[in-house]
């Protein structure tokens, strides 16, 4: 577990430098591969992994392996052999979910009073979509994913659907080649991030968190959103409810941050620190012209085509700040 300590400030700050400085491009598929010994096995830590990936990124033809090993879908102790068997086993428990479902969809049709209106939402954000790139080409096949999202409602009576999901787990079909990849990579990665962009359970965690981290870093902007400024932080949800989707200039900006969070570098729920980050960058406006809570949050909403590497080097130094501070408990408990 991570501690308050000045080294711990120390390596978040260099990270945030690395970051930045780009000494090293992305690990690429034969770096990935000489992380591991002829068996398959971890041949470096699982931390130096990680730190790795925190300050350079992945390319884009190792993400989806290392993602399955950062979400849990993979074992970090587990060899080649082991690996296989693991994906074997996570494809026959799909097919097994799949077959479960359409044995049940009648019934969940006929006595599920809310499965016709999820149906529908589903069929509706996913209408939405725009499934095409600048050259007409197809991008994302649009009957596989609301597949993957009635057998995930189905299957995960935690998270169930919110609005907003068809988008990210359009990006994990993006990463993914098949079907048994994708629903248990979007799975694993809920929980990973322990359900950090679920409505129900992990937003309002997040916002009472940011509020707590901005009357500690900032006193002043903190008494102006709970004064002129009220309402604002409560109603920065959707950035949480989207993992800051709609942020990004591009699909490997939201990758890159999601791979990030799902390191647990340089801490738990960086998705905090990251949304403090974007806060910041309106805040001077917002204090010189007293704004509302309105346009505070109209502000934040026209932060669009940010750069991921230098929100996610914001966020490093942001929590290198933090932890010199006396941090209040609850803080400490979300963070470490």
């Given at each position: 577990?991570?501690?308050?300590?000045?080294?711990?400030?120390?390596?978040?700050?260099?990270?945030?430098?690395?970051?930045?400085?780009?000494?090293?491009?992305?690990?690429?598929?034969?770096?990935?591969?000489?992380?591991?010994?002829?068996?398959?096995?971890?041949?470096?830590?699982?931390d130096f992994i990680c730190v790795n990936i925190l300050e350079r990124g992945l390319h884009p033809g190792v993400r989806t392996e290392a993602?399955?090993?950062?979400?849990?879908?993979?074992?970090?102790?587990?060899?080649?052999?082991?690996?296989?068997?693991?994906?074997?086993?996570?494809?026959?428990?799909?097919?097994?979910?799949?077959?479960?479902?359409?044995?049940?969809?009648?019934?969940?049709?006929?006595?599920?009073?809310?499965?016709?209106?999820?149906?529908?939402?589903?069929?509706?954000?996913?209408?939405?979509?725009?499934?095409?790139?600048?050259?007409?080409?197809?991008?994302?096949?649009?009957?596989?994913?609301?597949?993957?999202?009635?057998?995930?409602?189905?299957?995960?009576?935690?998270?169930?659907?919110?609005?907003?999901?068809?988008?990210?787990?359009?990006?994990?079909?993006l990463m993914a080649e098949h079907d048994h990849e994708i629903f248990w990579l979007f799975q694993f990665f809920l929980q990973k991030t322990?359900?950090?962009?679920?409505?129900?359970?992990?937003?309002?965690?997040?916002?009472?968190?940011?509020?707590r981290l901005i009357s500690l870093l900032d006193p002043p902007f903190s008494e102006h959103l709970k004064g002129k400024g009220a309402g604002?932080?409560?109603?920065?949800?959707?950035?949480?409810?989207?993992?800051?989707?709609?942020?990004?200039?591009?699909?490997?900006?939201?990758?890159?941050?999601?791979?990030?969070?799902?390191?647990?570098?340089?801490?738990?729920?960086?998705?905090?620190?990251?949304?403090?980050?974007?806060?910041?960058?309106?805040?001077?406006?917002?204090?010189?012209?007293?704004?509302?809570?309105?346009?505070?949050?109209?502000?934040?909403?026209?932060?669009?085509?940010?750069?991921?590497?230098?929100?996610?080097?914001?966020?490093?130094?942001?929590?290198?700040?933090?932890?010199?501070?006396?941090?209040?408990?609850?803080?400490?408990?979300?963070?470490?």
């Amino acid at each position: 577990m991570t501690t308050l300590s000045p080294e711990n400030s120390l390596s978040a700050r260099q990270s945030a430098s690395f970051i930045l400085a780009k000494r090293k491009p992305p690990i690429d598929k034969t770096e990935w591969n000489s992380f591991f010994d002829e068996n398959g096995y971890l041949a470096k830590s699982r931390d130096f992994i990680c730190v790795n990936i925190l300050e350079r990124g992945l390319h884009p033809g190792v993400r989806t392996e290392a993602w399955k090993f950062l979400t849990g879908y993979y074992s970090w102790q587990s060899s080649q052999d082991e690996r296989l068997m693991a994906d074997s086993m996570r494809r026959k428990n799909y097919e097994a979910l799949c077959q479960m479902y359409e044995k049940i969809q009648p019934l969940l049709e006929n006595l599920h009073w809310n499965f016709a209106e999820i149906q529908n939402n589903i069929a509706c954000d996913i209408q939405k979509l725009y499934d095409k790139d600048p050259l007409g080409n197809v991008l994302v096949d649009k009957r596989r994913l609301e597949k993957t999202l009635l057998l995930s409602y189905v299957c995960n009576t935690q998270a169930e659907y919110q609005q907003g999901f068809h988008e990210m787990v359009m990006l994990f079909q993006l990463m993914a080649e098949h079907d048994h990849e994708i629903f248990w990579l979007f799975q694993f990665f809920l929980q990973k991030t322990e359900n950090s962009c679920v409505i129900t359970i992990g937003v309002a965690k997040n916002l009472d968190m940011l509020s707590r981290l901005i009357s500690l870093l900032d006193p002043p902007f903190s008494e102006h959103l709970k004064g002129k400024g009220a309402g604002a932080v409560q109603a920065l949800f959707p950035w949480f409810c989207l993992c800051f989707q709609h942020a990004f200039k591009s699909f490997d900006d939201v990758w890159r941050l999601w791979e990030v969070l799902l390191t647990g570098k340089p801490c738990r729920n960086l998705q905090v620190l990251v949304a403090y980050s974007m806060l910041q960058m309106v805040r001077e406006q917002a204090l010189l012209e007293g704004m509302s809570g309105d346009t505070i949050l109209l502000a934040c909403n026209n932060l669009i085509d940010l750069d991921a590497d230098e929100l996610i080097s914001t966020a490093c130094m942001v929590y290198a700040e933090l932890i010199q501070k006396d941090v209040p408990q609850p803080l400490k408990d979300f963070f470490l």
